[in-house]
């Protein structure tokens, strides 16, 4: 067999056993294409219909004010989402059975940052949106973000009853409290100060209570460091969910709709709070501590987004936040005492409501959704958005590598007078190449979600006794697109992670190795036509596991990922 004839010639250093010491090879050079294509989707409506049968001539796309030339033209309409086949009991894989657009819009509630009352408000109105768009055959999914990852409620489904079902499991206590890599969720009544471990009361209340002015100033700047570090904690969390999601739908085809459900996150992580004039105190030592990690959050986080042609739709489940009131309610830990207090909690709120509100016309913006905030009809905002995910435009053109690194800005124009959507803008920027890496490999080792920007399948081949032990032995399929393209130098340069955990989420075995080296031309034709066959193996202990593979290809930066189960008795 050819996959065979490729190990045998080129990849025999990738028969090493589990649980030996990761092959330390040379790095290579990495490919870089001269160019890099971006491209954007476009909602065109007119009077709230889609307005078909335009030309590429139709329309005009600029890159920071001058026009670019539109290689790639479609009008796409999307399609429901097909059914995967069903494989062999010992065979896995990640790739998608269909390569149309498909009409995908995943909910994503947020766990990590809403309150409790406004999860309630947010349950109701996702059940009252459910019981009329589930009727129009509209499929969705449903995730949860937690502070420990991405959790997945319900696969895509056109069963409206099935999504309610998810909404309603959210809400479980027990859910979110699974080790790291499991597949439950957060739980509807966990607040952001139980995620955190900061302000849910205790002894300092009395002395909040106590009505001394200085006593309350105190602790208000002591407290403020360590609320800092818990907005960027959540930050962080709810980034790297969003960062799972983008990986996971990446290898799908079309525009997909993301359904950003909560009470949103300070995209500065209380930035604007700490610079804002006449605060307790200048915290800008604190701020500099965690501004890059959180800004490069940031970045990966938006160009994973971009890449994965996903348009975010931020829905604000605080139905209209009342800044006043959040400083006059009693019940909070940091309630304020006395006029100077009042003063400065009322700014720091009012700070923090308009960062969040930023946040959600940014994401939106640069990712080509819309946001619904100080709103009271979240089921009809949607609505409006699944409507998004019917029919649209791609444009695409090529940027020249000699475009600066940064936020550059997009703007599509229309011959005509229209109601047009696009995202405003794409980050061009060499993101770190080692921290990428590694962010990558970690959250595909943790989530759910299978990866499916690199696809590949694998089957278990055997299992064998060892003294006591169960060896498993398994295959993987990887795609030829590792060779590169066929006009370049070419080089391999891989990551495979396989990690074995038992039904109560405990490792039980894992390895992870990396494969680095040239091509003779010759080596890289015979994997661009058949692929690489990678083997390996797992020792374990008799009993049932999941097993998350990953691949991770470093040239491109593409990662995939499965969890397969396999029974070792």
Same mark, same amino acid.
């Given at each position: 067999?050819?996959?065979?004839?490729?190990?045998?010639?080129?990849t025999?250093?990738?028969?090493?056993?589990?649980?030996?010491?990761?092959?330390?090879?040379?790095?290579?050079?990495?490919? &870089?294409?001269?160019?890099?294509?971006?491209?954007?989707?476009?909602?065109?409506?007119?009077?709230?219909?889609?307005?078909?049968?335009?030309?590429?001539?139709?329309?005009t796309?600029?890159?920071?004010?001058k026009?670019?030339?539109i290689?790639?033209?479609?009008?796409?309409?999307?399609?429901?989402p097909?059914?995967?086949?069903?494989?062999?009991?010992?065979?896995?894989?990640?790739?998608?059975?269909s390569?149309?657009?498909?009409?995908?819009?995943?909910?994503?509630?947020?766990?990590?940052?809403?309150?409790?009352?406004?999860?309630?408000?947010?349950?109701?109105?996702?059940? &009252?949106?459910?019981d009329?768009?589930?009727?129009?055959?509209?499929?969705?999914?449903?995730?949860?973000?937690?502070?420990?990852?991405?959790r997945?409620?319900?696969?895509?489904?056109?069963?409206?009853?099935?999504v309610?079902?998810?909404?309603?499991?959210?809400?479980?206590?027990?859910?979110?409290?699974?080790?790291?890599?499991?597949?439950?969720?957060?739980?509807?009544?966990?607040?952001?100060?139980?995620?955190?471990?900061?302000?849910?009361?205790?002894?300092?209340?009395s002395?909040?209570?106590m009505g001394?002015?200085?006593?309350?100033?105190?602790?208000?700047?002591?407290?403020?460091?360590?609320?800092?570090?818990?907005?960027?904690?959540?930050?962080?969390?709810t980034l790297?969910?969003?960062?799972?999601?983008a990986?996971?739908?990446?290898?799908?085809?079309?525009?997909?709709?993301?359904?950003?459900?909560?009470?949103?996150?300070?995209?500065?992580?209380?930035?604007?709070?700490?610079?804002?004039?006449?605060?307790?105190?200048?915290?800008?030592?604190?701020?500099?501590?965690?501004?890059?990690?959180?800004?490069?959050?940031?970045?990966?986080?938006?160009?994973?987004?971009?890449?994965?042609?996903?348009?975010?739709?931020?829905?604000?489940?605080?139905?209209?936040?009342?800044t006043?009131?959040?400083?006059?309610?009693?019940?909070?830990?940091?309630?304020?005492?006395g006029?100077?207090?009042f003063?400065?909690?009322?700014?720091?709120?009012?700070?923090?409501?308009?960062?969040?509100?930023?946040?959600?016309?940014?994401?939106?913006?640069?990712?080509?959704?819309?946001?619904c905030f100080?709103?009271?009809?979240?089921?009809?905002?949607m609505?409006?958005?699944?409507?998004d995910?019917?029919?649209?435009?791609?444009?695409?053109?090529y940027?020249?590598k000699?475009?600066?690194?940064g936020?550059?800005?997009?703007?599509?124009?229309?011959?005509?007078?229209?109601?047009?959507?696009?995202?405003?803008?794409?980050?061009?920027?060499?993101?770190?190449?080692?921290?990428?890496?590694?962010?990558?490999?970690?959250?595909?080792?943790?989530?759910p979600?299978?990866?499916?920007?690199?696809e590949?399948?694998g089957?278990?081949?055997?299992?064998?006794? &060892?003294?006591?032990? &169960?060896?498993?032995?398994?295959?993987?399929?990887?795609?030829?697109?590792?060779?590169?393209?066929g006009?370049?130098?070419?080089?391999?340069?891989?990551?495979?992670?396989?990690?074995?955990?038992?039904?109560?989420?405990?490792?039980?075995?894992?390895?992870?190795?990396?494969?680095?080296?040239?091509?003779?031309?010759?080596?890289?034709?015979?994997?661009?036509?058949?692929?690489?066959?990678?083997l390996?193996?797992?020792?374990?202990?008799?009993?049932?596991?999941?097993?998350?593979?990953v691949?991770?290809?470093?040239?491109?930066?593409?990662?995939?990922?499965?969890?397969?189960t396999?029974?070792?008795?």
């Open positions: 067999m050819r996959h065979w004839a490729v190990v045998s010639a080129i025999l250093a990738l028969l090493t056993p589990a649980g030996s010491t990761p092959q330390q090879t040379p790095e290579t050079t990495k490919i &870089k294409a001269s160019t890099e294509l971006v491209l954007v989707p476009v909602i065109v409506r007119k009077s709230g219909a889609h307005l078909g049968g335009l030309a590429k001539q139709n329309f796309l600029l890159q920071d004010g026009p670019q030339e290689a790639v033209f479609e009008e796409v309409h999307a399609t429901e097909s059914a995967q086949p069903a494989h062999a009991p010992q065979e896995f894989t990640n790739a998608r059975a390569r149309a657009a498909e009409r995908l819009t995943i909910i994503a509630i947020d766990l990590v940052n809403t309150a409790p009352m406004d999860q309630a408000y947010l349950k109701q109105e996702m059940l &009252k949106f459910l009329t768009a589930g009727k129009s055959g509209e499929p969705f999914a449903l995730v949860a973000i937690t502070s420990g990852g991405v997945m409620l319900q696969t895509f489904t056109t069963d409206r009853q099935a309610a079902a998810g909404v309603r499991k959210s809400a479980h206590p027990s859910i979110g409290r699974e080790p790291a890599g499991t597949t439950g969720s957060a739980s509807l009544d966990q607040t952001p100060c139980a995620l955190s471990g900061a302000g849910c009361g205790g002894s300092g209340n002395d909040r209570a001394q002015l200085g006593a309350w100033e105190d602790l208000y700047k002591n407290e403020e460091e360590s609320e800092i570090f818990r907005d960027r904690s959540m930050r962080l969390d790297s969910s969003l960062q799972q999601i990986q996971w739908l990446s290898g799908f085809p079309g525009r997909k709709t993301l359904v950003w459900a909560g009470s949103g996150i300070q995209w500065s992580g209380g930035m604007m709070r700490m610079m804002g004039a006449g605060r307790t105190g200048d915290y800008t030592s604190i701020d500099t501590r965690y501004s890059s990690e959180g800004a490069d959050a940031n970045t990966y986080t938006f160009k994973l987004l971009s890449a994965a042609n996903v348009a975010v739709y931020p829905l604000d489940a605080r139905h209209g936040a009342n006043s009131f959040a400083v006059y309610d009693t019940s909070r830990s940091d309630a304020p005492i006029d100077r207090g003063a400065a909690q009322k700014g720091k709120v009012q700070d923090d409501d308009q960062e969040r509100i930023t946040m959600f016309e940014q994401i939106a913006a640069s990712t080509g959704g819309k946001p100080n709103r009271t009809d979240l089921s009809n905002c609505t409006e958005f699944a409507n995910a019917h029919d649209y435009y791609v444009l695409g053109f940027v020249d000699q475009t600066k690194v936020w550059h800005k997009l703007l599509v124009k229309l011959d005509r007078s229209v109601d047009l959507r696009s995202r405003n803008g794409f980050m061009y920027s060499p993101v770190d190449p080692e921290k990428a890496r590694m962010t990558d490999l970690q959250l595909a080792m943790a989530s979600l299978p990866y499916t920007a690199l590949f399948s089957s278990f081949t055997e299992i064998e006794d &060892k003294a006591g032990k &169960k060896v498993v032995h398994f295959a993987l399929n990887l795609p030829p697109q590792l060779a590169g393209p006009e370049q130098e070419s080089s391999l340069n891989f990551d495979v992670v396989a990690i074995a955990r038992g039904t109560d989420g405990k490792e039980a075995a894992k390895f992870a190795q990396r494969y680095s080296r040239k091509l003779q031309p010759q080596q890289a034709e015979t994997i661009r036509r058949d692929g690489i066959r990678y390996n193996k797992l020792e374990l202990a008799p009993g049932s596991y999941g097993v998350w593979f691949v991770r290809d470093n040239n491109t930066g593409r990662t995939g990922s499965v969890v397969a396999i029974a070792a008795r």
